[in-house]
């Protein structure tokens, strides 16, 4: 079976008619669109060609984010009188894929800001590979409305990428919020949309000097970030170790260049850490979702960066490992438990959720995001 030719099928096939992507349609948990992982799906999809279905999403996007953009001034104005805000006052996470907030599970942490800063990020990049810059003028309200939110909230704790810690800031999501700062300043040098009234580069340098600060450790970057407390400064928590998502602070969020030392030893930790020899990506040495497992977008992640390194056999290494996990009907999963870190706790999730996510739209999307990665530098 062609994996890449199914990959892009099985992603359309599961784009709904109002452009969202199902996170995954075997997986009743996951019967939502995340804006993290629809993203880098519309991401994938822009490398593959497909513009027209990344450009159907980033328009869901900006509807949904309009529909709800009224939560802006309310955030703003609660945080001015020093009011708190709950749950479900900011910008959720997810939502089901006509582009309504999920009623269904109150207990879910909604609040996750990573989501919305990959979203410029991606749109910026949709607009540079298809050069439809007629959509920007279409999405200025949400973007704009997308840049408030993150200019106010980038401080404030929430979810990690993995929807865990609410009590820290995370370095994975503070990357997404600079890349977005970023991508949307270019678009604005280059006239592509008006200015915000926000002085992106200079917010993108505070967070990029942020995590300088205190986002780092013996050499390398930590994940997670303890906010400021009365009066204490932010501070690195070294025991939370490296997480696999911190490939994000070079590739493709660019806040460190390739070749910056700590990028290089944050990575090595990641290898020795969290790559398995002959095998794939764990997300973080203490993970026990479903007794945690090697992720497939993690391993194409890797493979990312190591393409940009000028790697190129281990990032085949990867590929290979990658198809070889592929169901009968050509599916990837969201994880793969042959080795898992924790097996004690892979049959607790099973009888809660039922098997692992299957087909993850996302794993399908990063594994192409590789696939073309390599073939653009090897057309070089
Ligand atoms: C992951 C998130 C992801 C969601 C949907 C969760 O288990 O932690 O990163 O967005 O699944 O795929």
């Keep these: 079976m062609d994996c890449y030719r199914r990959s892009i099928e099985v992603i359309l096939q599961n784009q709904h008619s109002s452009g969202s992507y199902v996170a995954s349609p075997n997986f009743p948990t996951y019967h939502y669109c995340w804006l993290r992982d629809g993203s880098f799906i519309a991401h994938a999809m822009d490398r593959a060609g497909e513009f027209t279905s990344a450009e159907a999403f980033y328009r869901w996007v900006g509807r949904t984010i309009q529909k709800y953009g009224d939560k802006v001034e309310d955030i703003r104005q609660r945080l001015d009188s020093g009011l708190p805000f709950g749950k479900d006052d900011v910008l959720h996470t997810r939502y089901t894929l006509d582009g309504e907030e999920v009623t269904v599970d109150s207990a879910w942490g909604n609040f996750q800001i990573d989501g919305y800063g990959t979203w410029l990020w991606a749109l910026a990049e949709h607009v540079r590979f298809s050069g439809n810059a007629v959509l920007l003028k279409d999405l ?103 997480d696999a998502s911190l490939i994000g602070i070079a590739v493709p969020y660019r806040v460190l260049t390739l070749d910056d030392p700590l990028v290089k030893k944050t990575i090595q930790t990641i ?110």
């Design 140 to 242: 200025i309200e949400p973007i704009r409305i997308t840049l408030q939110y993150l200019d106010l909230v980038w401080q404030l704790p929430n979810y990690d990428c993995w929807e865990e810690h609410p009590e820290y800031l995370h370095l994975y999501s503070l990357t997404t919020v600079f890349a977005g700062f970023n991508s949307i300043a270019c678009l604005q040098e280059k006239g592509l949309i008006p200015e915000s009234g926000i002085p992106l580069r200079k917010k993108a340098e505070q967070i990029k000097e942020f995590l300088l600060k205190y986002a780092v450790f013996d050499g390398k970057m930590v994940k997670h970030i303890w906010p400021a407390r009365n009066a204490k400064p932010p501070q690195p928590i070294p025991q939370s170790g490296v």
């Design 271 to 380: 290898e020795s850490d969290l790559l398995r020899p002959g095998g794939g990506v764990y997300r973080y040495k203490a993970d026990v979702y479903y007794g945690g497992g090697e992720w497939i977008l993690l391993t194409a992640w890797l493979g990312w960066y190591y393409v940009q390194i000028g790697k190129i056999d281990e990032a085949k290494k990867l590929i290979a490992w990658i198809e070889s996990q592929a169901s009968g009907e050509g599916f990837l999963p969201e994880q793969v438990n042959s080795h898992t870190l924790s097996p004690e706790h892979y049959e607790p999730w099973l009888r809660k959720w039922g098997p692992v996510a299957s087909p993850l739209l996302w794993s399908h999307a990063m594994y192409i995001i590789l696939i073309n990665e390599i073939k653009q530098t090897q057309a070089k």
